[in-house]
């Protein structure tokens, strides 16, 4: 299985990137991983951007390291994005997706991605104006695919989560989804199942089952993330943790069985920022080994 790591743990701690790719290669023996938007945020201005995609390229080709896809962090979805309730609130977030596009191409990945948006409280509770968000989200996604496809990436990464107002977020609309975007996505729009997101019993009750997601959307998934949680939030713990027992072994035990071994797996793991550094960077360390093992069987 190919694994690597989210690069959503470096944010303010190891920015730069010879420092988060010295730390990859060296201490977690990794050579791939998942860019993070929060280390280049696709609205900085073009010349930061330019030099800073440069200097990540540079750091990759130093140390060996691939660059799978570039994904939405932490600071994006705080917005709701394509889902937001006014026209010019959705049409920038369409902007900073282009913007996202044109910096993943920078960067030499192959796709980009992360949750679409969340819709407003008001919006979610109107049958007609849910649905019109749909509809304004569905066209959205079509421009975004049909710019990946000019700027040579692969696929659109398209991140199921486990809130009622963002979308999708259930098994159901991930495959309607699919067939709502055949014949207008110019390139394919995949999933990035996060177990932390597949099994939230608050939302999908103790049956919550990751073997469904794989049988229902396991050929349109393109990226897999790895964290540990207690099922009741989207906690993004990492190994040790007293407060997790998510099983990797059998995590990788589902994969196989379902025939996904071939899609890249991501660590995801996410600390507050108060926390003492030499700590978290041991954490990370230790949930990189923790799941490599496991991986490994």
Known sequence: MDFGINLGFAVKRLPGATEWARFTREQLNLDLVQFSFDLIDPFMPMAAKAAL???????????????????????CYTYNGLLHPDRAGRAAALEWWLN????????????????????SIPDAADPARAAQRYQDGLDALTTITEAAKRAGLKAVLVEPTPLRREYPHTIEQAVNLQRDMAGRAAVPVQYVLDIGHALYRPLYGEAASLAAWFEAVGGQTGVLHLQNTDFMSDSHWGWPDPRGHYDVSEFAKQVASAGLSHIPIFLEVFYSFEADDQAVLQNVISSVEHCRKALKG
């Open 53 to 75: 995609a440069g200097q990540v390229r540079q750091a990759a080709r130093d140390y060996g390291i691939r660059i799978h896809s570039a994904q939405v962090g932490l600071a």
């Open 100 to 119: 996202a596009i044109t910096l993943a191409a920078e960067l030499e990945v192959e796709a980009v991605g992360g949750p679409l948006g969340g819709m």
